[in-house]
T-cell receptor
Framework: QQQVKQSPQSLIVQKGGISIINCAYE??????FPWYQQFPGKGPALLIAIRPDVSEKKEGRFTISFNKSAKQFSLHIMDSQPGDSATYFC????????????FGTGTQLKVEL | NAGVMQNPRHLVRRRGQEARLRCSPM?????VYWYRQLPEEGLKFMVY????????ESGMPKERFSAEFPKEGPSILRIQQVVRGDSAAYFCASSSKRESYEQYFGPGTRLTVT
């Protein structure tokens, strides 16, 4: 199976709060897990990515947590800001398989003042 | 340092017409991926190309769709005899080499079939 399941579908967070988006995958051959941010009318922008040999990666306010045994990974946005309001997609790919990305269905995040 | 470029940004076609979508990868990138995003859905892989080669077309519909990436010029996704169900945003992404994981996306072409 090549699916990547993402939740929640939508999320409202207060300014300064923590936004958490979760993804689960089935194919254990996946070895690269990026997150993309997409604003309306724009293309997805690579935000942060992780390989399965680490359990956590942090870049600024964005952190990926990775649980290999559970086949789950999540994005945490600390100190969420109104400018973070966008759609977030998790994805997965497999080296040697052309690295084509399998995307989750997306989470619409709204950060309120 | 230009990113991935796509044109046109918006394309309107009547049912039965042909649609041609163009993608110029980032400078120094020779690998192109095409993805389709239907309304309220995630992106779905269509095809992966290298210069003059189709590497993986497992996500392409069997009929009416074709893609190329010539030695010179942009990659082109071609949809013949468009139908309303082809209305979607089409994104291309580029990467620098075959085993490079990082893909950088263009702004997309929004195709509307009337």
């Amino acid at each position: 199976q090549q699916q990547v399941k993402q939740s929640p579908q939508s999320l409202i967070v207060q300014k300064g709060g923590i936004s958490i988006i979760n993804c689960a995958y089935e194919n254990t051959a996946f070895d690269y897990f990026p997150w993309y941010q997409q604003f309306p009318g724009k293309g997805p922008a690579l935000l942060i990515a992780i390989r399965p040999d680490v359990s956590e990666k942090k870049e600024g306010r964005f952190t990926i947590s990775f649980n290999k045994s559970a086949k789950q990974f999540s994005l945490h946005i600390m100190d969420s800001q109104p400018g973070d309001s966008a759609t977030y997609f998790c994805a997965a790919s497999r080296g040697g398989g052309g690295n084509k990305l399998t995307f989750g269905t997306g989470t619409q995040l709204k950060v309120e003042l | 340092n230009a990113g991935v470029m796509q044109n046109p940004r918006h394309l309107v076609r009547r049912r039965g017409q042909e649609a041609r979508l163009r993608c110029s990868p980032m400078k120094g990138h020779s690998h192109v991926y095409w993805y389709r995003q239907l309304p309220e859905e995630g992106l779905k892989f269509m095809v992966y190309l290298q210069k003059e080669n189709i590497i993986d077309e497992s996500g392409m519909p069997k009929e009416r769709f074709s893609a190329e990436f010539p030695k010179e010029g942009p990659s082109i996704l071609r949809i013949q005899q468009v139908v309303r169900g082809d209305s979607a945003a089409y994104f291309c992404a580029s990467s620098s080499k075959r085993e490079s994981y990082e893909q950088y996306f263009g702004p997309g072409t929004r195709l509307t079939v009337t």
